[in-house]
């Protein structure tokens, strides 16, 4: 079982920077691949950023490319996405998710919110104008 807990979010003006983090307990963390989705009001989930368990490859979505990056340390059971270059456009709740599927992590397969097994509760991120 993995308990998932995202920090970071906040009121940043366009053009700013926030990193989110995502906690995970659980000791079977470094096992799994994980992700951010985002959802703004309105909208469906949609797919960020997402990172092997080794943290060796990551992907990103096209709408966030060369602005947002994710990593993570198995040391500190931690994901990080660290947001640059904002727009009001990224605001939107988002979401940490990790999978526990043993299905091999391609950029299409992290895609697909239905492929993740465990959510955190979010966090907000509002971009100002």
């Known amino acids: 079982q993995v308990q998932l807990v995202e920090s970071g979010g906040g009121l940043v003006q366009a053009g700013g920077s926030l990193r989110l983090s995502c906690a995970a307990s659980?000791?079977?963390?470094?096992?799994?691949?994980m992700a951010w989705f985002r959802q703004g009001a309105g909208k469906e989930r949609e797919f960020v950023a997402g990172?092997?368990?080794?943290?060796?490859?990551?992907y990103v979505g096209d709408s966030v490319k060369g602005r947002f990056t994710i990593s993570r340390d198995n040391a500190k059971n931690t994901v990080y996405l660290e947001m640059n270059s904002l727009k009001p456009e990224d605001t939107a709740v988002y979401y940490c998710?990790?999978?526990?599927?043993?299905?091999?992590?391609?950029?299409?397969?992290?895609?697909?919110?239905?492929?993740?097994?465990?959510w955190g509760q979010g966090t907000q991120v509002t971009v100002s104008s």
């Open positions: 659980g000791r079977t963390f470094n096992a799994y691949p």
């Open positions: 990172i092997r368990s080794t943290g060796s490859v990551s």
């Open positions: 998710a990790a999978t526990s599927w043993l299905s091999p992590y391609t950029s299409s397969w992290s895609k697909n919110r239905e492929n993740y097994d465990y």
